[in-house]
């Protein structure tokens, strides 16, 4: 199964950068890594995804790693919107293999 | 466009009764995948259907059991209901088979149970 791994939980101060790290050590060649996130009493909603090359889009920059088995999931400047529970995954080729969010980081915004 | 529609959006059930949850994807979308959420918990994988077939299933007992059908509406059936089975049921479409499983996978904002 596609597993990744994360911190429990994070803290950051409000208007300042938040990096998110996540590992993903089986990561196979052709596997994207996708963030998500989940605020509360939502269903997750789509952040940022990449293959290889770092990402940039209007919510979050994605920094991937040279080899590919980890990734951090960067927010700019966090504002207690931005409070939820981040979830990383990757892709996989398998079909047999199960798409597995886990528990993710929940991330608190102090004022 | 539409995104993922769930229905009901909270359901209240007693003990030993039966539920059946709906998900309508968005238009295109083949692949349906459903979560269970509890408090604390992440995320997890109930089964995912392509085409009609489960592709895949968690690790659940067999009273969890979902369809989906040719117009890729997917459809939940818990029976038997215990209390632990109150939680937030979370279904999730993608184009798939185009671009990786997770191309545009879009969650819809579920179906919270509450068994009592």
């Known amino acids: 199964d596609a597993k990744t791994t994360q911190p429990n939980s994070m803290e950051s101060n409000e208007e300042e950068p938040v990096h998110l790290p996540c590992n993903h050590s089986?990561?196979?060649?052709?596997?994207?890594i996708h963030w998500y996130r989940q605020l509360p009493s939502q269903g997750p909603e789509y952040v940022i995804h990449?293959?290889?090359s770092n990402v940039n889009n209007r919510m979050a920059s994605l920094a991937i790693a040279e080899d590919r088995k980890s990734s951090t999931l960067i927010l700019h400047r966090a504002t207690l919107r931005d409070a939820a529970v981040y979830y990383c995954i990757h892709d996989t080729e398998h079909r047999d293999d199960k798409i597995i969010f886990g528990k993710g980081t929940r991330l608190h915004i102090l004022p | 466009k539409a995104g993922v529609t769930q229905t009901p959006r909270y359901l209240i059930k007693t003990r030993g009764q039966q539920v059946t949850l709906s998900c309508s994807p968005i238009?295109?979308?083949?692949?349906v995948s459903w979560y269970q959420q509890t408090p604390g918990q992440g995320l997890q994988f109930l089964f995912e259907y392509f085409s009609e077939t489960q592709r895949n299933k968690g690790n659940f007992p067999g009273r969890f059991s979902g369809r989906q059908f040719s117009n890729s509406r997917s459809e939940m059936n818990v029976s038997t209901l215990e209390l632990g089975d109150s939680a937030l049921y979370l279904c999730a479409s993608s184009l798939a088979g185009q671009g990786g499983r997770l191309y545009g996978y879009t969650f819809g904002s579920g179906t919270r149970l509450t068994v009592v």
């Open positions: 238009s295109g979308h083949r692949s």
């Open positions: 089986t990561i196979s060649g052709t596997d994207y």
């Open positions: 990449g293959l290889t």
